[in-house]
């Protein structure tokens, strides 16, 4: 069964930083895409960033490419976000997902497990 725990965010200042931990269990995950989205009050769930296990190749969203960067860590089953001049309009609740392939897919229709997500608040 995969299990994705989400940990790492809290309250920062406009300008700030914080990094996301994704922490995978349940299988190997060589041959899965890991994503990160994230849902504002509001509104719809949107995606920011994805990672090919293997390899290593990224993609992420126009909105955030420039402050936030994907990357995993094999030895732990981890994949990270690390999200640097936060603005208050990246608050919301983070949650990562997986999908078997290696399409660095954009939509959550298209992931199969999710985590719980964890909330990031940017104050200004």
């Known amino acids: 069964q995969v299990q994705l725990i989400e940990s790492g965010g809290g309250l920062v200042q406009a300008g700030g930083s914080l990094r996301l931990s994704c922490a995978a269990s349940g299988r190997t995950f060589s041959n899965y895409v890991i994503g990160w989205f994230r849902q504002a009050p509001g509104k719809e769930r949107e995606f920011v960033a994805a990672?090919?296990?293997?390899?290593?190749?990224?993609y992420g969203a126009d909105s955030v490419k420039d402050r936030f960067t994907i990357s995993r860590d094999n030895a732990k089953n981890t994949v990270y976000l690390q999200m640097n001049s936060l603005k208050p309009e990246d608050t919301a609740v983070y949650y990562c997902?997986?999908?078997?392939?290696?399409?660095?897919?954009?939509?959550?229709?298209?992931?199969?497990?999710w985590g719980q997500g964890t909330q990031v608040t940017v104050s200004s």
């Open positions: 997902a997986a999908r078997p392939g290696a399409s660095l897919a954009v939509h959550t229709y298209q992931y199969d497990y």
């Open positions: 990672i090919r296990w293997s390899g290593g190749s990224t």
